[in-house]
């Protein structure tokens, strides 16, 4: 139903029915007093009738099934924004709404990720529905990693995160690696094991950024983060990297020994003593794999990963 139409239906309505108080406290800010005032519900909502502010005239329409309510519908109803919306609705008054419940693919109001509702046939052993649902909702990321990994059982990851070779395990999250929650193209998705795993690679962002101030690239001006436009993104110095490779070099004794003598003097070791596999799993990403054989009597390189084997 269009906003124009909704607001003439609300004005046929008999209010006196659905509530017999129509007094709500408010304030213009929060240094404020509270005052209490009247509002009239066959009037438009407004600044100066705020009936979002009243939680049976929310609870009507956000129940009712001639409207088909949802935030961005009363935020364009009462020229307000959707996060004024949800707070009145959800935090102040507790009430669900239609993009809560869902129908059949919706967005969070708070996290802005994609919800879905799984099919009939979905039974993933370690969740359960809440109260008053009929039916599962996942995430929309997760559950598509879910059916990415469960066609794949040969990957050692969908060994490792899924239960029965179907379901993500419960503790798994699914991260959006260029952090558009709504982006869910399985090559802008990442699984970690845990909440605690997550966390860390989320924060190894904070490297980057550092390197990027140092770097000048990024300026701090008047309390907010921006790039530097007279710098080319592409010149980064990067003085952390940098000096990391001169203490690395500095304490490594191996430098006290021509390269090219080491190479030889590994090709004259009898390897075979000390190994008889030579094989390694070479990992490509998260999703691609290949077993490969390396020869120890080679230098070692990406076509021969000598650094892979443990021996």
Request: charge should be positive; include cysteine.
């Amino acid at each position: 139903m269009e906003i124009s139409k909704i607001r003439n239906a609300l004005r046929n309505i008999d209010w006196s029915k659905i509530c017999n108080c129509w007094s709500v406290e408010v304030r213009k800010n929060q240094y404020s007093q509270y005052q209490k005032i009247t509002l009239n519900p066959y009037q438009e909502c407004s600044d100066n009738n705020p009936l979002y502010k009243h939680k049976d005239w929310l609870k009507y329409l956000y129940y009712s099934e001639d409207f088909q309510m949802t935030d961005e519908k009363l935020a364009k109803l009462c020229n307000i924004t959707k996060d004024a919306v949800y707070y009145w609705r959800k935090k102040i008054h507790d009430l669900k709404g239609k993009d809560e419940w869902g129908e059949g693919r919706w967005i969070d109001n708070r996290s802005k990720r994609i919800y879905i509702r799984v099919p009939k046939d979905y039974n993933h052993p370690q969740l359960t529905l809440e109260k008053g649902r009929k039916r599962l909702y996942r995430p929309e990321h997760t559950y598509l990693m879910e059916k990415f990994l469960s066609d794949r059982p040969e990957l050692e990851i969908s060994h490792k995160y899924l239960i029965d070779g179907k379901y993500l395990k419960k503790q798994c999250e699914v991260h959006h690696i260029n952090f558009n929650p709504q982006d869910n193209r399985i090559e802008n998705l990442w699984v970690y094991e845990n909440k605690n795993s997550h966390a860390k690679g989320e924060k190894s962002i904070r490297k980057v950024f550092s390197i990027l101030i140092k770097s000048n690239c990024i300026v701090f001006i008047k309390g907010k983060y921006y790039f530097n436009q007279n710098l080319d993104i592409n010149c980064v110095s990067r003085p952390e990297i940098i000096n990391l490779e001169r203490n690395q070099s500095k304490n490594n004794p191996i430098n006290n020994m021509c390269l090219n003598e080491i190479q030889e003097a590994i090709k004259t070791i009898n390897w075979n003593n000390i190994s008889r596999n030579w094989k390694v799993i070479k990992h490509y990403n998260q999703f691609k794999e290949e077993i490969i054989n390396l020869n120890p009597y080679k230098n070692c390189s990406d076509e021969n990963p000598l650094y892979m084997h443990k021996e």
